[in-house]
Nanobody, 121 residues
C-alpha cells in the first residue's frame, strides 16, 4: 500500500512561485513513474507533469513548472514559477507503481488528497 500526501499549496499573486511536495510512505517509489495532476472547480482532472525515465509537461506549464524527485526522501516536487490565474486548482500527485506514465488520470492507482493552489491578486 502506498500513502501520498501533498503540501505546499497556498494563495499567491500572479507571477509568483510555489513549490509543491508529495511525500510518499509505505513503499519506496524511486523505481516508479510519478505525476502531478490538477483539477479546477467544474473541470476534469488534467495532467500537469510526470517524471520517470524522462520528464513530460503539459504545454501550458512548460518552461514555468519543474518536476523533480528526491529518492532518499521518497518525495516528489513541483516547482511552479510565473504562476497565472489559470493555474488555480487543487493539485494532486499520483502513481501507478509502474515505470511508465500517461496523461490519463484513470491509469493511476494511488493519489494524495490534494493541495489547493490559488493564483489571484
Amino acid at each position: 500500500q502506498v500513502h501520498l500526501v501533498e503540501s505546499g499549496g497556498g494563495l499567491v499573486q500572479p507571477g509568483g512561485s510555489l513549490r509543491l511536495s508529495c511525500a510518499a510512505s509505505g513503499r519506496a517509489l524511486n523505481n516508479y513513474a510519478m505525476a502531478w495532476f490538477r483539477q479546477a472547480p467544474g473541470k476534469e482532472r488534467e495532467f500537469v507533469a510526470w517524471i520517470g525515465g524522462n520528464t513530460v509537461y503539459k504545454d501550458s506549464v512548460m518552461g514555468r513548472f519543474t518536476i523533480s524527485r528526491d529518492n532518499a526522501k521518497n518525495t516528489l516536487y513541483l516547482q511552479m514559477n510565473n504562476l497565472k490565474p489559470e493555474d488555480t486548482a487543487v493539485y494532486y500527485c499520483g502513481t501507478a507503481l509502474s515505470g511508465t506514465s500517461t496523461t490519463q488520470p484513470g491509469y493511476y492507482t494511488y493519489w494524495g488528497p490534494g493541495t489547493q493552489v490559488t493564483v489571484s491578486s
